[in-house]
């Protein structure tokens, strides 16, 4: 019998493509023969524009990049203009900005296993994290006066000294939130569908995923033991006593895995962090104007999708001659058009999900 | 207690006699009586879609820790209404390119099979519109059909997702098709007949889930495929193929879809009530109660699973009612027959 291939187009408008992110599919029945992912939909120019700001008002500008975790970029950009400047910043501020951004992470984290879950068609377990989610992101509001886009941090230490009301909240959270992940793991570990819709599906070896530069989760996936904050720490991770959890063949269900544990490390740094958090001023000596000296500066932290680093080029006048980001998103979907052959529609979307982009990132 | 047990049987019984007694001649009685079944057919089928509609939405809501539609009317139970009307005046949108025709008919097809087989369901003691003798395999062979308007939904709307939602549905209705008539199968090997109130009835002393306890799983697992419910809701597919078949659909036309989906749920459940929990028998409360309450039960247990479960691959659902479900029906077919013939004719040693 004489069959022909036909194209797909799945997005921008699709409900699993987290976003406006457009792949094109040449279709074999069900079975997918060929790709190309298409990005660029919610392209903003970010760069572009950050050259025309002065260097404080780059912050709010990072919050929009990977939007389910504003404060880590925050973070990434606050670091690197202390390393251009030489500015040491107090102890306080140092160990909140550790908690913010980890428990961003786990927010983010949540809205990645949830969305997955959701994908492959479990509706109700994305509520769940969501609930946790939202406890974290409530905090936040009531600390930056945001729910998403926080630009809480400052080069130099942080907007202000955490609220009377985070205490209480972050302590029922840490409370609470064991109970959510014991529970979510009966839910999901050892669902039959779940393991059949995942296990062996969209494998990625260690070296095809270095080759195509993945970092983040979906690296650790694939059993590459690369995290930033242990091979070069910045700010003070060097202090805490965390685990890097790793997978083994690199699946869809080692990405959750992944995730799931490192969920787990990030609330024991939260912990550890929310113990030992010291007295003092959340604000380091900054001049007014800041006018950093001419040189070139590259930074890079451990994002909740992936290593995110952050180059800025000065040349002595307020307003940075250059800011770019290596986005993690950006890289880790190149390596789609590859593992997409031979799959199904179905595992597309497992794919697609369990990876975890923001397109908000992928297209800055 | 026997009136209320009997009052529908009862009102029948009037309605009949009062046309008799008009002086129509009996075919036109019989007819006026097929029209009296009609519309209590369609109101039961109506009234259990829109129920069922917003019971789904609750108990949702009540799993994933959210109150679900609760503003319209006490506690919300007015919602199904006010979205109803919202989809009758919403625009109705013919995709171009798509088969017109095709296209309008299939939501309008997709109820004939749904009505056709609430006809023969016994709703209680001597409560069924037709009680037909060969009532099982008149269900299975008008359930069936639902799958030609699904495919003419997904072909006519000139829609790539609608044709692969449409090319599931056909492959995995057929495939389900197997298993599900072999579970009824064993059942029917039991009680020797095909009638549904026979069935019923055979059940007095114990239920055949006790004595089919396989066959009721294979039923459950293939009524979900049939009724194309999560986990096996592939030819809807939500997040691979956006709505498959109801990708194109809007406004009543889409309505009409969603309300057979609910028809054919209530009549998924209806015949496992009657074939596996025993129908409409139960003491103390009127026969037609307690197969209302035994209905309510199971199709709150489809729902439970259609919000627990992810949804399965397509090559995975074939592989498993091929290799798995087919075999596992037919063996138990095998076992039911050689006990029913050892029960009637002992080991003949």
Not at chain 1, 263 to 278: D, G, M, N, R, T
Not at chain 1, 334 to 354: R, Y
Not at chain 2, 5 to 14: G, H, R, S
Not at chain 2, 63 to 89: E, M
Request: some cysteine.
């Amino acid at each position: 019998m004489k069959t022909q291939t036909y194209t797909l187009n799945l997005g921008p408008q699709h409900p699993s493509t987290h976003g406006v992110l457009r792949v094109v599919l040449e279709l074999d029945g069900e079975t997918c023969v060929g790709s190309k992912t298409h990005v660029g939909y919610l392209h903003r120019g970010i760069e572009k524009i950050l050259e025309d700001r002065t260097y404080p008002q780059v912050i709010p500008y990072t919050d929009r990049l990977d939007y389910l975790a504003g404060i880590n970029n925050n973070l990434v950009y606050v670091q690197t203009m202390e390393k251009m400047m030489n500015i040491e910043i107090p102890e306080r501020a140092e160990y909140i900005r550790v908690m913010l951004a980890e428990l961003m992470r786990i927010a983010s984290h949540m809205v990645g296993i949830g969305i997955y879950i959701m994908d492959l068609g479990a509706i109700s377990a994305v509520f769940y994290p969501f609930i946790e989610r939202e406890k974290i992101l409530d905090m936040m509001a009531h600390l930056s006066g945001s729910r998403m886009t926080f630009n809480y941090m400052r080069i130099g230490g942080l907007a202000h000294d955490i609220h009377s009301d985070f205490k209480p909240e972050l302590d029922k959270f840490i409370v609470e939130f064991p109970r959510f992940i014991e529970d979510y793991h009966r839910l999901i570990d050892d669902n039959e569908i779940f393991i059949a819709r995942t296990k062996n599906v969209g494998t990625i070896t260690a070296e095809k995923a270095k080759s195509y530069g993945l970092t983040g989760p979906n690296l650790r996936a694939c059993g590459v033991k690369h995290d930033i904050r242990k091979t070069n720490p910045y700010g003070i991770y060097n202090r805490f006593d965390f685990e890097v959890p790793v997978g083994e063949i690199g699946d869809c269900y080692d990405r959750y895995v992944v995730r799931m544990k490192e969920v787990e490390e990030s609330f024991k740094i939260i912990q550890q962090a929310y113990k030992e958090l010291p007295d003092g001023p959340v604000m380091a000596k900054v001049p007014k104007l800041i006018k950093p000296p001419i040189g070139d500066v590259y930074h890079q932290t451990e994002n909740p999708k992936g290593v995110l680093g952050c180059y800025v080029v000065s040349d002595g006048t307020p307003k940075p001659s250059r800011v770019h980001f290596r986005r993690p998103s950006f890289n880790n979907i190149s390596i789609f058009d590859e593992i997409f052959i031979g799959h199904k529609i179905a595992d597309i979307i497992a794919i697609l999900a369990s990876f975890d982009f923001v397109l908000g990132e992928v297209d800055a | 207690m026997e009136f209320f047990n009997k009052i529908f049987v009862y009102i029948a019984q009037f309605i009949r006699e009062t046309l008799a007694a008009l002086g129509f001649t009996p075919v036109w009685v019989e007819m006026g009586m097929g029209t009296v079944y009609l519309v209590a057919i369609l109101g039961v089928c109506t009234l259990a879609a829109l129920f069922y509609v917003l019971w789904e939405r609750k108990l949702a809501g009540y799993i994933q820790y959210r109150p679900g539609p609760n503003r319209l009317g006490p506690n919300g139970w007015f919602q199904t209404v006010a979205d109803a009307i919202k989809l009758l005046t919403k625009e109705d949108i013919v995709p171009c390119g798509a088969d017109k025709a095709v296209h309008l008919l299939a939501p309008v097809f997709i109820f004939v099979p749904t009505v056709l087989a609430l006809a023969v369901v016994p709703f209680g003691e001597g409560m069924a519109a037709i009680d037909l003798d060969l009532g099982i395999f008149y269900l299975i062979a008008v359930t069936s059909l639902s799958t030609i308007p699904i495919f003419m939904g997904g072909w006519g709307s000139n829609n790539k997702y609608s044709l692969l939602g449409a090319m599931r549905a056909v492959a995995q209705m057929v495939s389900y098709e197997i298993p599900l008539v072999f579970s009824l199968l064993g059942v029917v090997l039991i009680t020797g007949t095909l009638q549904l109130q026979g069935i019923v009835e055979a059940q007095s002393k114990v239920w055949f889930v006790f004595l089919q306890p396989i066959a009721f799983l294979i039923f459950i697992i293939a009524a979900t495929a049939e009724t194309n419910r999560a986990p096996f809701d592939l030819p809807e597919g939500e997040s691979e193929l956006t709505a498959g078949i109801y990708t194109e659909y809007s406004g009543m036309k889409w309505a009409l879809f969603f309300l057979a989906e609910y028809c054919n749920l209530f009549i998924v459940s209806a015949i496992g009530v009657t074939v596996f929990l025993g129908g409409w028998q139960g003491p103390f409360l009127p026969s037609w109660v307690w197969f209302f309450i035994k209905t309510h039960l199971l199709f709150s247990f489809f729902i439970w699973i259609r919000w627990t479960f992810p949804r399965i691959r397509v090559d995975q659902l074939m592989n498993f009612g091929w290799k798995f479900l087919v075999p596992l029906s037919l063996a138990n077919v095998f076992i039911t027959g050689i006990g029913v013939y050892i029960y009637y004719n002992g080991l003949g040693w």
